[in-house]
């Protein structure tokens, strides 16, 4: 009865061995853009990311900085109280895309520019995504909404 528990744990360890690593595996051989980070632009000023690295910025969309260019071009700057980096889109803006709200887009840091991918922006009046409110905080510019006005 010894010999087939001690046969059995060996199975287990076995099998367990194998799985972790067919998931590293799995985790070698995904394309590098699978994994994105997200920057503040602080962080971004601070320590400029390549120019083929995929990642995700965050931030308020600075007062009077949003122009339209031909067709579906936008240009406009992102910042977090701390540091502004300008960003540049092509693409339909969500509807909820304004100036003075949170937003967080996807692309490189080329040039001195972030050329976005992708634009998500708020959901509600009072919504702005996690990453951002982190990184406001860090730097001592969040200002939380009134409780009030909070449902959730």
Not at 32 to 47: G, K, V, Y
Not at 69 to 78: M, N, S, Y
Request: glycine share 12%.
């Amino acid at each position: 009865m010894r010999g087939l528990k001690k046969k059995r744990r060996i199975q287990v360890i076995g099998l367990s061995g194998v799985c972790i690593v067919a998931v590293l595996g799995i985790l070698a051989v995904l394309p590098d853009d699978s994994f994105q980070f997200f920057r503040a632009p602080s962080e971004i000023m601070a320590n400029p990311p390549a120019e083929t690295e995929l990642f995700r910025i965050g931030g308020l969309v600075e007062a009077g900085s949003l122009k339209r260019g031909d067709g579906t071009q936008v240009a406009f700057t992102v910042t977090d109280g701390g540091a502004s980096i300008p960003v540049v889109y092509t693409g339909i803006l969500p509807d909820l895309f304004e100036e003075g709200q949170g937003m967080v887009g996807q692309g490189r840091y080329i040039n001195g520019r972030f050329e976005a991918v992708e634009i998500l922006a708020r959901h509600d009046e009072e919504y702005m995504p996690k990453e951002v409110v982190d990184a406001m905080k860090a730097q001592g510019t969040y200002q939380a909404p009134s409780a009030d006005i909070m449902t959730n």
